[in-house]
């Protein structure tokens, strides 16, 4: 298995893409990640099966669905992003071990690749299944989740403690509408991701 993220401090964050036209295409290598992700929570809140045809990219907004070629061999395929990463400064995608095999990386663990949006995605609440909460903060102690909820709580948001061991992650809704979502989301600096 190879990981994009494994042994490197992450990036600092970046602005996903409002949104992309069909067509808007990015040339550059893929990588490929499986264990120990697989069973996780994704960044838009999906859990991360390695056995779909899902991809990580670092400002695609959620739900896009692009064609990546593996421009060694030819072959490829359609993925819908449902994750950020990868973290390696030399990458720009990290597909599924699915995606993997069908492109024929899994050997060799990286790609030169092609990728061509062919949907862009969708409204952030209508892709996350109609309720999203902002997620703000992930922290090991419970009593630092718990400062940051009163504070959220003090500035009129509706905050909540997420445990996912060994996190205990910090949110802000629920919301339905998205432009609620977005606003919350900018003024926190988190990022949109499906209710738990």
Do not use: K
């Not at 395929?77 to 995606?99: H, K, M, N």
């Not at 899994?106 to 996350?128: E, F, K, M, N, S």
């Amino acid at each position: 298995m190879l990981a994009a993220c494994a042994g490197r401090a992450p990036e600092p964050a970046v602005t996903p893409l409002p949104s992309v036209e069909v067509g808007w295409s990015e040339t550059g290598v893929a990588s490929w990640y499986g264990e120990p992700f697989d069973g996780r929570a994704t960044a838009s809140g999906e859990v991360y099966d390695m056995d779909r045809l899902t991809a990580a990219h670092r400002r695609l907004p959620f739900g896009t669905v692009v064609r990546v070629e593996n421009r060694d061999n030819g072959r490829s395929v359609e993925l819908r992003v449902t994750d950020r990463g990868p973290f390696a400064r030399d990458r720009i995608l990290d597909v599924s071990r699915a995606a993997a095999r069908a492109l024929g990386m899994i050997g060799p663990g990286t790609a030169r690749i092609r990728l061509t949006v062919v949907a862009p995605g969708g409204d952030p609440v209508a892709v996350r299944g109609g309720c999203v909460v902002v997620q703000v903060g992930a922290y090991r102690e419970r009593a630092l989740a718990e400062a940051r909820a009163e504070t959220l709580e003090a500035a009129g948001y509706e905050a909540a403690i997420e445990p996912a061991d060994p996190w205990y992650r910090v949110t802000v809704g629920p919301y339905r509408a998205s432009a609620e979502a977005e606003t919350a989301r900018a003024a926190l600096d988190g990022f949109v991701r499906a209710c738990p």
